[in-house]
């Protein structure tokens, strides 16, 4: 076998070049070159078998065409690239919207304590149950099931968006739990959970609080403690004693000794006040206009009330007044405490005052299980005695819990309690907010269990403890004095003066509002709201009477607040203050007549008014002493109820009075009370 070197075959028409090619060859010079080039320096090899003869070279031109690139024409048109103009705006709109959204949310959870987004979660909610109410609140709902289907799912609802938001929202349902008698009955099983207590915040976010209200100093310089257990300091709990909606309350020690409550806010409600009351005020604006009932008038005191409660400035200048009163009044000076405020120690979110050792209201057994603390012993702390220095174990690491556990006059087995009578401890709570009502015109709006405290005084009387002076209302000497008037003709059945009051107050149901005000059915009035909700509903079904009654009660609300311009605000918060004292009463088995004490407080104001003249004081007085004949009749109901506790046969006035009220309420009004939101 031989081999033979290829010659090159083509040949470029360039003059310079002596590459072969062929007829149709158009290949420009540097690409001849190249290939010129190529097989000079890389020439085939082509095998030969023996005695095959060399090809000629226009054999070999045949069989090899020269390499003809297309031309542009003949490729065609080029098609134009597929593209997705619409795909790509949504996407890009997408992807804006998401950074956008993206960062609302961070700077929202970052610097504005989720405001935006509680908004939206308030209207998203309120929207849902209005158009729910709108298409379902009929004798058939639209979508089917009952009326009570819709009440339940709508009580779920706002109980979820309530407790998820936190913070005020939680003051506005126990607003509502409150004054929830009038609701259906599972708005009122669903807001009696409103008063739980609420999580606290972390130390971190209290340290936080405290440097930024008290020029960047650390709680161990503004308070003097020490969390290493420096001796020459005092201490201080980590751990909060008790939480709140609004603020949260830890126990510390001063070097000098003194035992102080350090009430701190939560950190985020600073931020949130605003955009949550602008939120309540939007929504009942809504609500107002959609089902056409006279709310909104009353959102904007409700809403300075409201935030009036995150200012502890405020709250500390309702408590020194308050102690103040309570002081200059003889008949409570005695009975009554309220702690001090260290305003050194105090600032617009943080409020320090004496701690109180006492137990609440309600703690019954402890109230008047047998005192085991020795003869003429009070209880800790009581009418402001220095509390004895025990000793303090720090847990774990870093001190959590360091208060002393002050349980002696408990005995060995820990079973004693104060042993108080509980007909004292509520008389001196209804002489103590009748006086702010009818004597003062100052009266602390939430005296909840929670916000007292008893104390046993040396003697062996109780000794009551209010804390907690954020809501208050002030009112003016006119009002009082209507007010006083109001009680004394609803207990006399003076229906004249309680209809020009009531008129005076743009109120047309006179009636429904006196029931409202006692808390039990009126019988002095003339029927004519009973029977304007009530008559010609027979031969109805039960489905088509309780729609029917339900909007005349609507009626009856509109009627109530029928000038809204007249009616005075204070009332609604009078109003639960009144409710709560009765849920009190109640609770401890009725051991006072409270509707005659309130009578009476309100009758006496009117002679012990200094605004009025001597002659008019006088003529007061003379109607005071009757009044007090008049309120003998009352005894009797008093009484009567309570031999018929004694003997297993019923709770008290208070739970009789329930009764009444509950059979107005369902069998002629449509409506069902609950027991527990009288507990409070």
Known sequence: MSFHMATPLLQCTKPQCNVMRSASCTVQHTFCRSIHSSLRSRPSLIPLRHGQKIPSRRTIQSQFQAFTPPTPESLGKAAPAREYPRTLKWGCRLLIVGALGGGIYFVDSQLYASSLSRSARTFKTGLVVALDYKLNFRPKPFFGGTITDLHRRSAQRMFNLLHQNGGLYLKIGQAIAMQSAVLPPEFQKMFARMFDDAPQNSWKDVESVIREDFGGRSPEE??????????????????????????????????????????????????????????????????????????????????????????????????????RLVAGEPRLRDRVYIPKVFRELSSKRVMTTEWIEGVRLTDKEALSAPWRGGRGQGSPGAQGAPLLQLNFLALGGEAQLLKPERDAWKGRNGKGGLGLSLKSIMTTMV?????????????????????????????????????????????????????CQFWKAIMTFDNTTLSQITSAWG??????????????????????????????????????????????????????????????????????????????????????????????????????????????????????????????????????????????????????????????????FGVELQHNVFEG
């Not at 600073?270 to 949550?276: M, N």
């Not at 939430?446 to 062996?460: L, M, S, T, W, Y």
């Not at 003339?526 to 009530?534: F, I, L, M, Q, S």
Request: aromatic share 10%.
């Open 222 to 323: 503004v308070f003097g403690v020490s969390f290493s257990g420096d001796p020459r300091k005092g201490v201080m709990e980590k751990k909060a004693r008790a939480s709140a909606s609004v603020a949260q309350v830890h126990w510390a020690r001063m070097a000098d000794g003194r035992e102080i409550a350090i009430k701190v806010q939560k950190r985020e409600i600073a931020s949130q006040v605003g955009a949550d009351l602008w939120s309540f005020q939007v929504v009942m604006k809504i609500y107002t206009w959609w089902f056409d009932l006279p709310l909104y008038n009353l959102v904007p005191y409700i809403s300075e009330r409201l935030k009036l409660e995150t200012d502890f400035v405020n709250e500390a200048d309702n408590a020194d007044t308050m102690e």
């Open 431 to 483: 002489d103590l907010f009748s006086a702010q009502m009818f004597l003062w015109g100052v009266v602390h709006c939430d005296p909840h269990p929670g916000n007292i405290f008893i104390r046993r005084k040396a003697n062996g009387e109780p000794e009551l403890v209010l804390i907690d002076h954020g809501l208050y209302i002030n009112m003016t000497p006119k009002f009082r004095h209507q007010y």
């Open 507 to 668: 109120v047309k149901a006179p009636d429904l509002f006196a029931s409202a005000t006692l808390m039990k059915p009126y019988e002095g009035g003339d029927g004519t709201t009973k029977r304007r909700v009530t008559d010609e509903l027979k031969g109805k079904t039960a489905s088509e009477r309780h729609y029917e009654v339900q909007e005349r009660m609507r009626q009856g609300i509109r009627d109530v607040l029928s000038d809204q311009d007249m009616f005075p605000r204070e009332l609604l918060f009078i109003g639960r203050n009144m409710r709560i004292v009765q849920g009190n009463n109640q609770f401890l088995g009725s051991p006072v007549n409270r509707i005659k004490m309130t009578g009476i407080w309100a009758s006496r104001s009117l002679v012990d008014n200094k605004d009025l003249a001597f002659s008019q004081r006088l003529v007061n007085g003379w109607r005071h002493l009757l009044f007090k004949v008049m309120m003998l009749s009352s005894d009797v109901v008093f009484w009567t109820s309570k031999v018929r506790q004694w003997l297993g046969r019923g709770g008290g006035m208070e739970d009789d009075m329930e009764k009444q009220m509950r059979y107005i309420a369902k069998d002629q």
